[in-house]
């Protein structure tokens, strides 16, 4: 019976087949912050039972999420993962191109640290031979001159030579340093392509197999961008809706269908549930550094924002047109009929994804308490309708890029607003009126008045609307009394101390507001902030 068992188990290994298959991407879906890659197989497999091993995918898979479906004569008996750190087939040409570049690179370094060796050989040569002709022999001057010659040239030569050996020897690291670090870069990439789905068939004869295989990967999503356009004052608002779409999963996307998603796997479906609120009161404790100082007291600077972008000008078609948009029930998908290729890099690819024309009306607005210029504005209504997300907008007026947005949809205003620029010709100013301030001291306490005047004037040869604002202090004392004396005709909000004006404006056409505010407070203390 041992015989048999063994005669069993061993034409069952022989019957079961290990074949390594070749898998093509075709579709993939990017998701805010995933994808769903999908690819084909297409073999030919035999009969009985066949481990179909589709090498080269991204470590970055997520197991859970593989699904296979496929069309032939055959029954799927199981799905596996496994890395394979051994299988280098997926190697890209430009890594082979580099490593033997490094060891070029190498070799020269070694040729021209044999030559540094020579040099250094011979002068040493020449070092320990400085006794020309014995202790006790006396040379005639000329042929002592000569020698002298000798050995001052040689050393200058091999001193000047080895300089240009050290020069050859720094350029040659700087590059091999470069090339080491582009070699890392795509290691880091390539590596990940350690990947492996094994698929269990089992078919009663030689058949044709072709398989869908999916699976969810990291490292790659898409971000929303915008570009807002408008070449005049009359017509509509014009905006470019754009994807970057980035990815460094290890594996290139070429030539694929693309499908972007609003969906977001990382947030998960799950209801949250209320936790019970405890409340205790507060005990403060001190914390303290290595030095004894407490913790918190020291600055911290804003980080900076360097944002650069490069704008093409827009030609006259672009992937938008071939973009089709669909609702689904919790999401919005835009399908890219056109194929698409996006690389495993760290730089994104810009994909347009529609085009929106929006009615829009113009107006200025100016706030000369920070800064005396007047800005048109451009609202615009409608745009709930685009399946707009959060996203940075360029602004570009008449053909000339004037700055950044962002636009939020989730606002709950019915009108978006971008602001177009600075317009010199709205000429805005703000000053103190120094004869209606004062300072008095009335029993307890001390009143401070103050009131300020502003001036716009329209140089424009047409009619403007320009809302300005301004504003007056707020008290979070209830020592101290903030009181409008005079609202100049404004629209007061006494809830942040808000001043707002409504003005139309002729050509040449100038207007001058006043307000007037008074400031109480125990003549004790001294105010911060009024100034």
């Not at 079961?16 to 690819?39: C, G, P, Y």
């Not at 690291?173 to 492996?196: D, F, H, M, P, Y």
């Not at 827009?314 to 948009?325: I, M, W």
């Amino acid at each position: 019976m041992l015989l048999i068992l063994v005669l069993v188990v061993a034409g069952t290994a022989f019957g079961q087949q290990d074949k390594t298959v070749e898998s093509k991407i075709t579709h993939v879906t990017v998701f805010l912050n995933k994808a769903q890659v999908t690819r084909e197989v297409k073999t030919r497999i035999q009969e009985g039972a066949t481990n179909l091993v589709i090498t080269g995918l991204t470590a970055q898979l997520d197991p859970n999420s593989i699904q296979i479906s496929g069309q032939g004569n055959f029954i799927l008996t199981g799905i596996s993962h496994q890395l394979n750190f051994l299988n280098d087939h997926a190697t890209p040409s430009r890594l082979r191109t580099l490593n033997d570049s490094l060891q070029d690179l190498q070799s020269k370094i070694i040729f021209e640290n044999a030559q540094k060796q020579i040099l250094d050989k011979e002068e040493q040569m020449l070092l320990s031979n400085q006794k020309i002709g014995g202790t006790d022999q006396n040379l005639p001057v000329n042929e002592l001159k000569s020698m002298a010659d000798f050995f001052r040239s040689r050393l200058y030569e091999i001193a000047l030579a080895r300089l240009k050996h050290d020069e050859k020897i720094k350029a040659l690291n700087e590059r091999l340093s470069k090339v080491q670090q582009q070699i890392r870069a795509i290691n880091e990439l390539s590596g990940r392509n350690t990947s492996e789905i094994v698929v269990n068939l089992s078919a009663k004869s030689t058949t044709d197999a072709a398989l869908i295989v999916s699976y969810v990967v990291g490292n790659a999503g898409w971000k929303p961008l915008y570009d807002v356009r408008a070449g005049n004052t009359k017509g509509p608002l014009a905006l470019l809706y754009k994807a970057n779409v980035s990815q460094s999963t290890g594996e290139d996307w070429k030539n694929v269908r693309l499908k972007l998603s609003t969906a977001n796997p990382t947030l998960g479906g799950v209801k949250p549930d209320l936790q019970v609120w405890h409340l205790d009161f507060y005990q403060p404790r001190e914390y303290y550094d290595k030095k004894r100082q407490p913790i918190g007291y020291q600055g911290m600077d804003a980080p900076s924002q360097a944002l650069s972008r490069v704008e093409v000008a827009q030609e006259s078609g672009s992937t938008a047109d071939f973009v089709s948009v669909a609702q689904t029930s919790l999401n919005t998908e835009f399908d890219i009929s056109l194929p698409y290729s996006v690389n495993s890099a760290s730089k994104p690819t810009t994909v347009d994804i529609g085009r929106h024309e929006l009615k829009s009306t113009f107006r200025y607005a100016a706030a000369p308490k920070l800064d005396p210029d007047a800005f048109l504005l451009a609202g615009t209504t409608g745009w709930a309708d685009h399946n707009l997300l959060p996203g940075e907008a360029n602004v570009f007026f008449e053909g000339t890029f004037v700055g950044k947005t962002f636009i939020d949809p989730q606002s709950v205003s019915d009108t978006l607003y971008f602001s177009l620029g600075r317009d010199k010709r709205i000429v805005v100013k703000r000053a103190k009126i120094k004869d209606f301030n004062s300072h008095v001291v009335i029993g307890l306490n001390q009143k401070e008045t103050h009131a300020f005047e502003i001036n716009v004037r329209n140089n424009q040869s047409g009619p403007i609307t320009i809302t300005l604002e301004d504003q007056i202090p707020v008290s979070r004392n209830s020592q101290i009394e903030v009181s409008l004396i005079d609202e100049g005709g404004s629209k007061f909000s006494p809830v942040n101390g808000k001043m707002v004006w409504e003005l139309t404006l002729k050509p040449n056409e100038s207007k001058r507001l006043v307000y007037q505010f008074e400031v109480k407070f125990p003549k004790d203390k001294i105010l911060a902030g009024l100034n």
